[in-house]
């Protein structure tokens, strides 16, 4: 089984300054964990993924997430908000089984809700 | 430029009635999905489709159903059986679901906002 839990429901940053969203999650095996983001009444678009190689990952935007298997946590960054970061932003899990195999799902979290002030 | 399209954006149905919701995908992809989403509960998977002509149920499939007669699309019923309608449901594809392409991210359409009075 596999779980992801976004820490915060909401956000609220002044442009300009250090985003931080936060995202635990459980995984039986090595997972694959993913950021996406989502802009109102759109579908969603991947900001970063990692899979096993190199634990910090940059993605697009200038957002970047660590990978800390010991705390089971994958945050994602941002080190100067821009007011078109202001969107909900979902991470995802994907696990695999004993075999190593996906069986094709992937588990997200409740979203976390960045606004960014003027 | 390859994506997925959803149509229609918007759709309102009076209950009772069956709905299908349009998908079509033109990056060649394997694996189709369709997912709801509510407000606070992020997605939720109903349907994936690994390959032509296959299906598998998601978490939250009762009250839908699918099709795959075509690589490209990948149609979404709700039937009358489905209690709670009302929603944004989200389609996406991926290379595929399985093997060495079991990490490629999904790609989403624009959605579909279902209402049902």
């Known amino acids: 089984a596999q779980s992801v839990t976004q820490l915060d429901s909401h956000v609220s940053v002044s442009e300009g300054t250090p985003v931080l969203l936060r995202c635990n999650y459980s995984s039986s095996y090595s997972p694959s964990l993913f950021w996406y983001v989502q802009h109102p009444n759109k579908g969603l678009q991947l900001l970063l993924k990692?899979?096993?190689?190199?634990?910090l990952v940059k993605g697009i935007n200038g957002f970047e997430a660590e990978f800390k298997k010991s705390e089971t946590s994958f945050h994602l960054t941002k080190p100067s908000a821009h007011m078109s970061d202001a969107a909900e932003y979902f991470c995802v899990v994907r696990g695999t089984n004993a075999g190593g195999t996906s069986y094709g799902k992937l588990t997200f979290g409740q979203g976390t809700i960045l606004t960014v002030h003027p | 430029d390859g994506g997925i399209t959803q149509s229609p954006k918007y759709l309102f149905r009076k209950e009772g009635q069956n709905v299908t919701l349009s998908c079509e995908q033109n990056l060649n992809h394997d694996a189709m999905y369709w997912y709801r989403q509510d407000p606070g509960q992020g997605l939720r998977l109903i349907y994936y489709?690994?390959?032509?002509?296959?299906?598998q149920k998601g978490d939250i499939a009762e009250g839908y159903s699918v099709s795959r007669e075509k690589k490209e699309s990948f149609p979404l019923t709700v039937t009358s059986a489905q209690k709670n309608p009302t929603a944004f449901y989200l389609c996406?594809?991926?290379?595929?679901?399985?093997?060495?392409?079991?990490?490629?991210?999904?790609?989403f359409g624009n959605g579909t906002r279902l209402t049902v009075t």
């Open positions: 990692y899979t096993s190689a190199a634990t």
């Open positions: 996406a594809s991926s290379k595929g679901a399985k093997g060495n392409t079991y990490n490629s991210p999904l790609h």
């Open positions: 489709s690994q390959i032509v002509n296959d299906f």
